[in-house]
């Protein structure tokens, strides 16, 4: 029992070093306790300090008792002095064990934090980057699209003038044709005139035609 704690102990210790000092193995480091953090990993871990702390209890507990017992004796025997010393190292072997993988989930758990911090600082230096080179190339269609609306506005402008030439065109076309409405009912008056006098002549041709038929039968008899 205490040859394996001292062997957890000092891998914990080695491991606190690794993760500590930067060399190649951080890296592995980190990456085996990913994988101790996924899946089932965490479940064994959590057994093993609930079980590992059971037994710090009962340690202690047992520590107690003999110090109860040779507080009842008024002595303290050989074997009480053995059990005591044994049950000590023990119990502060597992404390600093217990101590050590906590200090060692929360160094993990901060590199891990600091390492997301760091790809999401890259990412947005990146970001900032591609922004600043579309805003560059933002300038130039900006030049650009100012030019064509430049274009545009020109455009516009000679469709402008060829409206208002237009405009002028059926404007003089239209007085054209008052003009030669007027023009037309003048004619019109006219030929109603003349209609009205070639009437009138036929009328007074015909009456002298009365006339002179009725002059012809007066002489005749």
Do not use: W
């Not at 914990?12 to 193995?25: D, G, H, N, Q, S």
């Not at 989930?105 to 790809?119: A, F, G, N, V």
């Not at 003009?179 to 015909?206: H, T």
């Amino acid at each position: 029992m205490i040859n394996l704690l001292f062997s957890l102990l000092f891998a914990e210790a080695a491991l606190i070093v690794l993760l500590l000092v930067k060399t190649p193995l951080r890296k592995l480091a980190i990456m085996g306790l990913d994988r101790v953090k996924r899946g089932r990993g965490p479940v064994m871990v959590k057994t093993i300090s609930a079980t590992v702390f059971i037994v710090f209890v009962s340690t202690v507990y047992s520590i107690v008792n003999i110090q109860k017992r040779s507080n009842e004796a008024g002595a303290v025997t050989t074997t009480d002095e053995i059990l005591m010393g044994r049950h000590l190292l023990e119990a502060s072997l597992m404390g600093y064990c217990l101590f050590l993988a906590l200090v060692i989930d929360r160094l993990h758990h901060y590199m891990r934090e600091l390492r997301m911090t760091r790809k999401s600082m890259e990412a947005a230096k990146k970001q900032n980057r591609d922004k600043s080179e579309s805003g560059k190339g933002g300038g130039l269609d900006e030049k650009a699209f100012e030019e064509e609306v430049s274009s545009l506005r020109a455009k516009v402008k000679q469709l402008e003038s060829e409206a208002e030439t237009r405009d002028k065109e059926a404007k003089t076309a239209e007085a054209n044709a008052m003009a030669l409405r007027k023009q037309s009912e003048g004619f019109l008056l006219e030929y109603d005139r003349l209609l009205e006098d070639n009437q009138n002549l036929r009328n007074q041709l015909q009456s002298l035609d009365r006339r002179l038929s009725h002059s012809d039968s007066k002489k005749n008899t």
